[in-house]
Structure formats: structure tokens, C-alpha cells
């Protein structure tokens, strides 16, 4: 397998647009997370899904931010509008079951300008 | 919510000394992972403790879980250039699958 699969790898846009993240997690994996990574807060759990149910969106941080999972093996995450304090690291996890470990794709680096 | 911190946040070492760092969870965890991050890269597995007072190792790195599971350390011995990296403990409260991230400890290994 090749691994959980994210794109873009890195992401510039003005302020105001819209970006879409996009996390392609191992095949038969029933857990998907999105997490934020900055210098200021670290590694930042936003959402997870089970079975492409979203369980957990409390770390979203506002309505700006909205995830879906459409199929086991596709999910998005999207900023509109965007804003420079958005700018970060944004990696996607899966995991097969609850309770074990979590692979984590490569990451999209977003910056906002 | 769940918080988990990590002490020391930076730790230079030279070559061949040893290293720890320390991670406390505000809640009790039903488990505790722990993940290395490499310049650059993304957060790589390394292992799982689940059982409280749980003492695990991998060559010259120890895990171990406190009594309580609100505490875990991860201590190196004789460190290499290859154990560069940020080290981050990561915690499951209750019965959920939310994986909560420490706040990390950055490694830098100098010759």
C-alpha cells in the first residue's frame, strides 16, 4: 500500500479563497483524522471519522472549516474563506481500528497570504 | 478538555548522552502512543503502552507508562545523530478513539 496519500503537497493562496484539502487514507482503514500543526499550538486534532462518519469535530475551529468523507477512500477538508492565521501543516491519519496506531500522510502545507 | 504537555519542550544533548522527556495527560488515558517526527516529515509510530505501570523497549529507547496512566516517558540511552527529531506522546481518554498529541520535545544531537 502507499501509504495514506494527500494533495496538495503545498498550498499558497490569497486571503479570501477557498482551499481544499484532500487525504486518500489506507485501503480498509476505518479511522480518518485531520490534524493542524503549527508552532504556536502544536498538533491539533480538528475532526475524525469512523467509517466516514464524523464522530469528533469539536477541534474545528470555526464555521470556516468544514470536512466530509464522501467513500471509505476519499476525504476533504475546506477553509472558505481562507485567512493568514490559517496558515499551518495539515496532516490526514488513518487508522484500521480504534485503539491503534495511526499512519499519517506526508501533509499539506497551507499558507495564506 | 483532555490536555497532555510534554517537558522539556527543547533538549540539546551531545552525542552519546542519554535523554527523556515526560509526558502528563490532565486525564487518565486508556492508552498512551508515542510518535517521532523528523525535520520536515510527518509523525511516525513507534509504540503503544496500554497497561498501567507498562515498561516496553525498542534497542536503546524505554517506554513506560505510569501506575496512574496519566503519565509516560520515553527515555533514550546513548543517543545517535539518527535520533534527531521531535518526540510527541499521544492519549486516549475514556472509551473514544480521539487520539489527543502532546505538546512534543524537540531532540537535537550534536557531534
Known amino acids: 500500500d502507499a501509504g495514506v496519500i494527500q494533495s496538495p503537497r503545498h498550498e499558497v493562496t490569497e486571503m479570501g479563497q477557498e482551499v481544499t484539502l484532500r487525504c486518500k487514507p489506507i485501503?480498509?482503514?476505518?479511522?480518518l483524522f485531520w490534524y493542524r500543526q503549527t508552532m504556536m499550538r502544536g498538533l491539533e486534532l480538528l475532526i475524525y471519522f469512523n467509517n466516514n462518519v464524523p464522530i469528533d469535530d469539536s477541534g474545528m475551529p470555526e464555521d470556516r472549516f468544514s470536512a466530509k468523507m464522501p467513500n471509505a477512500s476519499f476525504s476533504t477538508l475546506k477553509i472558505q474563506p481562507s485567512e493568514p492565521r490559517d496558515s499551518a501543516v495539515y496532516f490526514c491519519?488513518?487508522?484500521?481500528?480504534?485503539?491503534?496506531?495511526?499512519?499519517f500522510g506526508q501533509g499539506t502545507r497551507l499558507t495564506v497570504v | 478538555g483532555q490536555q497532555v504537555m510534554q517537558i522539556p519542550q527543547y533538549q540539546h544533548v551531545q552525542e552519546g548522552e542519554d535523554f527523556t522527556t515526560y509526558c502528563n495527560s490532565s486525564?487518565?488515558?486508556?492508552?498512551i502512543q508515542w510518535y517521532k517526527q523528523r525535520p520536515g516529515g510527518h509523525p511516525v509510530f513507534l509504540i503503544q503502552l496500554v497497561k498501567s505501570g507498562e515498561v516496553k523497549k525498542q534497542k536503546r529507547l524505554t517506554f513506560q507508562f505510569g501506575e496512574a496512566k496519566k503519565n509516560s516517558s520515553l527515555h533514550i540511552t546513548a543517543t545517535q545523530t539518527t535520533d534527531v527529531g521531535t518526540y510527541f506522546c499521544a492519549g486516549r481518554a475514556g472509551g473514544g478513539n480521539k487520539l489527543t498529541f502532546g505538546t512534543g520535545t524537540q531532540l537535537k544531537v550534536e557531534l
Open positions: 491519519a488513518s487508522s484500521l481500528v480504534s485503539n491503534t496506531e495511526a499512519f
Open positions: 485501503s480498509g482503514h476505518d479511522y
Open positions: 486525564t487518565t488515558l486508556s492508552n
